[in-house]
């Protein structure tokens, strides 16, 4: 007996360079050994790794840069929500008839629109 379950998701994951988050790290010496981070690295599985279409270094990026400065003022949530609402209904509009609500389940054909 075989069984089919739908499965439609998006996965996004994340891992530290190394065992201790240092490798690469223009602030702080990373000490592990070339083994080590070998090591770490492997514990994801390779048949899982090959999975992830998009693999993407992100440079670490200070907390007082994170939390604040001279920048301009936060959007409020309020703003936020107007803005995806009105892009959800664009992408409805786009899509009508098509029976498609989300861009995970656009067609290739559809891409160009």
Known sequence: MSLTFPASFMLAAAMNPCPYGFW???TRECRCTLLQIQRY???ISGPLFDRIDIHIDVPAVRFRDLTGGAGPEPESSASIRERVCAARERQLRRFA???IFSNA????PLLSH
């Open 41 to 43: 690295v492997g514990r």
């Open 24 to 26: 690469n790290d223009p």
């Open 97 to 99: 008839g098509e029976g």
């Open 105 to 108: 389940a656009t067609h290739t």
